[in-house]
C-alpha cells in the first residue's frame, strides 16, 4: 500500500547504555558528511562531520564511523542521556561549493529512564 | 550569538493568501539555504543562496513559491497563493563559506494552510 508519510526508524536505549544509530548514503562521491540532532520544535543542530578521507572522528561523547565500502555512516552515543532523545539525521555533501547537503529521514532515538 | 532568526515562529493563513516567511542568517555567513520539512518527504531543499545570489533553486517545488535575498542580512520565502499542502515547517540555514561545519539553522516557521 501507499505509504502515508516516513516510517522513521526507532532506537530505544536506557540511560546510561551506548547508543549506536546507523545510516547508509546514496552517492559514492559524497565527500563530506554530518550528523544532526533535532528536538521536538526545533532546528536540526550539528553534531559531529567527517570528511571522505577519514573513517573515524571523536567529540565529546560521539564518535562518527564511516565506512565508505559499503556507504554506510554510524553515530555512537556514548552513556546516553535523557536529553538525546531526539531526531537523528545523517546528511551527505553531494558536491558543489555550497556545501549543498542532502538529509537522511531519520532516526527517533528514545532514552528510557 | 543570536544565530538564524526565523520570523513568524508559526503562521496560519487561508488558502489562496500570500504568505511570506522571513530569515536572518548569521552575520559573516555567506551561503543561505531554505529548507521544508514534511512527514511525508522529511527534509527537502528549496533553495539556496551564495553571496546572496541565488545559485539552485531547482527545489522550488512550483512557481508560487518565490525566494529573494536583498542583502547579506535578509531574506524571504514568499507562497502566492498558498495552498493546504504547502503546510510544513520551513527551515532557514546559513554557513560560512570558509572552515568546517555544517549549516546553522533556525528554529523554522510552522506553516498551517487551511
Known amino acids: 500500500g501507499e505509504s502515508v508519510g516516513l516510517h522513521l526508524p526507532t532506537l530505544s536505549v536506557q540511560e546510561g547504555d551506548n547508543s549506536i544509530i546507523n545510516c547508509a548514503y546514496s552517492?559514492?562521491?559524497?565527500?563530506?558528511f554530518i550528523w544532526y540532532k533535532q528536538e521536538s520544535g526545533k532546528g536540526p543542530q550539528f553534531i559531529i562531520d567527517?570528511?571522505?578521507?577519514?573513517d573515524k572522528r571523536q567529540g565529546q561523547r560521539v564518535t562518527v564511523l564511516l565506512n565508505k565500502t559499503v556507504k554506510h555512516l554510524s553515530l555512537q552515543i556514548a552513556a546516553t542521556q535523557p536529553g538525546d532523545s531526539a531526531v537523528y539525521f545523517c546528511?551527505?555533501?553531494?558536491?558543489?561549493?555550497?556545501?549543498?547537503?542532502?538529509f537522511g529521514s531519520g532516526t527517533q532515538l528514545t532514552v528510557l529512564p | 550569538d543570536a544565530g538564524v532568526i526565523q520570523s513568524p515562529r508559526h503562521e496560519v493563513t487561508e488558502m489562496g493568501q500570500e504568505v511570506t516567511l522571513r530569515c536572518k542568517p548569521i552575520?559573516?555567513?555567506?551561503?543561505l539555504f531554505w529548507y521544508r520539512q514534511t512527514m511525508m518527504r522529511g527534509l527537502e531543499l528549496l533553495i539556496y543562496?551564495?553571496?546572496?545570489?541565488?545559485?539552485?533553486d531547482s527545489g522550488m517545488p512550483e512557481d508560487r513559491f518565490s525566494a529573494k535575498m536583498p542583502n547579506a542580512s535578509f531574506s524571504t520565502l514568499k507562497i502566492q497563493p498558498s495552498e493546504p499542502r504547502d503546510s510544513a515547517v520551513y527551515f532557514c540555514?546559513?554557513?560560512?563559506?570558509?572552515?568546517?561545519?555544517?549549516?546553522?539553522f533556525g528554529s523554522g516557521t510552522r506553516l498551517t494552510v487551511v
Open positions: 543562496f551564495n553571496n546572496n545570489v541565488p545559485i539552485d
Open positions: 552517492n559514492s562521491a559524497s565527500d563530506y
Open positions: 540555514a546559513s554557513r560560512s563559506g570558509t572552515g568546517r561545519g555544517g549549516y546553522t
Open positions: 567527517i570528511r571522505s578521507n577519514m
Open positions: 552575520s559573516g555567513h555567506n551561503s
Open positions: 546528511a551527505e555533501n553531494i558536491g558543489g561549493s555550497a556545501r549543498q547537503l542532502t
